[in-house]
């Protein structure tokens, strides 16, 4: 880590106290006052690494959202047979450590910070690209595909933030996913 570790901790800090406020406030109740006294930090302290709390939410997002495509990419890179649930599973088992903030933050739909649509956006284009290594020759669109998996996908993880993890939602969701993936291997729907 290049950063001094007090900055480091008054970032934290800062975002710990977003996630609190926002679990007991819309964000646009939300104040630099509230987050600063909810922080134990000054306003000048606040101003010297955030330029106002749009810019605060927006870094965190971004950050949950790049650890979120590292992790999503990484599985992909590792998949075996179409198995795209045990990725799904994983990527979970990992955002389950975050839950109270990744949980608090799928709630925010700000127009410059929306995990969900980062989400939603990361499955899309990851599981497009996959789509389009596998050199299928489906008359399905690729896109309605990726599709199809980026919404199971965000369903699934919602329901393992909000209920837990159940290894029957993991098992519907490999055999949904696998009839997915199967139709690039299957002439069914071919012209």
């Known amino acids: 880590m290049n950063e001094d570790i007090r900055i480091y901790k008054t970032k ?5 106290a977003l996630i609190e406020l926002l679990q007991q406030h819309d964000f646009k109740d939300i104040t630099i006052k509230k987050i600063c006294d909810q922080a134990l930090i000054g306003r000048s302290t606040f101003y010297s690494h955030y330029l106002d709390k749009y810019d ?3 870094k965190v ?5 790049s650890d979120f495509k590292v992790e999503i990419e990484q599985r992909f890179d590792s998949m075996e ?3 795209v649930a045990n990725a799904i599973e994983l990527v979970t088992d990992n ?11 799928l709630t925010v739909h700000e127009i410059s910070a929306d995990l969900r649509k980062e989400f939603e956006q990361i499955l ?3 599981c497009l690209d996959y789509l389009k290594q596998q050199n299928s020759s ?10 199809l998996y980026a919404a199971n996908s965000m369903t699934s993880i919602q329901w393992v933030l909000k209920n837990g993890k159940d290894t029957n939602i993991i098992l519907l969701l490999d ?3 696998e009839y997915i993936f199967n139709q690039l291997k299957s002439d069914l729907y071919t012209s």
């Open 95 to 105: 955002m389950i450590k975050n839950k109270r903030e990744i949980s608090t933050l």
């Open 56 to 58: 605060l939410l927006e």
């Open 124 to 126: 899309f284009r990851t």
């Open 12 to 16: 934290i800090a800062i975002e710990r």
């Open 81 to 83: 047979d179409g198995k």
């Open 61 to 65: 997002v971004k950050q949950y959202a």
């Open 138 to 147: 489906t008359s399905i669109a690729l896109e309605y595909l990726a599709e």
């Open 175 to 177: 055999q949904m996913q």
